[in-house]
C-alpha cells in the first residue's frame, strides 16, 4: 500500500509547501481532462488534506488546509466560446465549477481563474481572447507581488506548484 500511495504522497507533499498552486487545465469534453481529475484523487486525501471520523456528529468530513492562506490560480482553454458566467454555455462548463467544489473540499477557497475560448476557430477572435487573458495575467501577479511584498518580516519565501 505504501508503494502505491508513494506518488500521491509526493504530490500532496508539493501541495503542502505550496502557497501558490498553478493549474493549467483545457476543457476535454465540458469537463478536466482525465490527467488532471487523476491529480485531483491523489491530492484529496483523507488525514493528509481531509479529515474524516464517521462518528463526528453533523459533519464527519472537513478540510484540513482551510486557513492555510493557499491560492489556486486556474489556467484554462476551450475550443469553442461562450463557456464563462451568464453566458450561452455556462451550464455546460464543468472546469472550473469542479475544480473549485474538490479545493474547497480540503480547504482551498481562494482561487482566480483566467480562461482562453476560440482555440478552434484560431481567428483573430482567438488573439483577442488570448491578450485578455494576458492582461488579467498580469493584474493578478501585479496583486500577487504587493501582497507578498508586505508580508511579515522574516516570513518564509512564498512557494510554487504547477499541476497539468
Ligand atoms: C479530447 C478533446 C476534447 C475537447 N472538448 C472540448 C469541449 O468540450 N469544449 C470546447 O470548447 N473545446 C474542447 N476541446 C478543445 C480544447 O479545449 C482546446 O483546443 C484546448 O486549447 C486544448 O488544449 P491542449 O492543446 O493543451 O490539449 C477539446 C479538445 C480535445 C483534444
Redesign the pocket.
Known amino acids: 500500500m505504501k508503494e502505491t500511495l508513494a506518488e500521491s504522497d509526493a504530490l500532496v507533499d508539493e501541495l503542502l509547501a505550496a502557497d501558490l498552486i498553478v493549474a493549467g487545465v483545457?476543457?476535454?469534453?465540458?469537463n478536466v481532462?482525465a490527467q488532471f481529475k487523476a491529480y485531483i484523487d491523489n491530492i484529496v486525501r483523507v488525514g493528509r488534506t481531509f479529515g474524516f471520523d464517521r462518528l463526528r456528529v453533523g459533519e464527519p468530513y472537513w478540510p484540513l488546509l482551510a486557513e492555510s492562506g493557499k491560492k489556486l490560480v486556474i489556467l484554462s482553454?476551450?475550443?469553442?466560446h461562450g463557456?464563462a458566467r451568464g453566458e450561452r454555455l455556462e451550464h455546460m462548463n464543468h472546469v472550473e465549477p469542479s475544480i473549485r467544489t474538490a479545493f474547497g473540499y480540503i480547504g482551498i477557497t481562494d482561487v482566480e481563474s483566467v480562461a482562453?475560448e476560440y482555440?478552434?476557430f484560431a481567428d483573430e477572435r482567438l488573439k483577442t481572447s488570448i491578450a485578455m487573458a494576458e492582461r488579467q495575467v498580469d493584474v493578478f501577479v501585479d496583486r500577487l507581488l504587493r501582497e507578498w511584498s508586505t508580508r511579515e518580516p522574516g516570513a518564509p519565501e512564498p512557494s510554487l506548484a504547477m499541476a497539468r
Request: aromatic letters at 22%; charged letters at 30%; hydrophobic letters at 20%.
Open positions: 483545457p476543457m476535454y469534453n465540458f481532462p482553454s476551450r475550443g469553442d463557456y482562453i482555440d478552434e
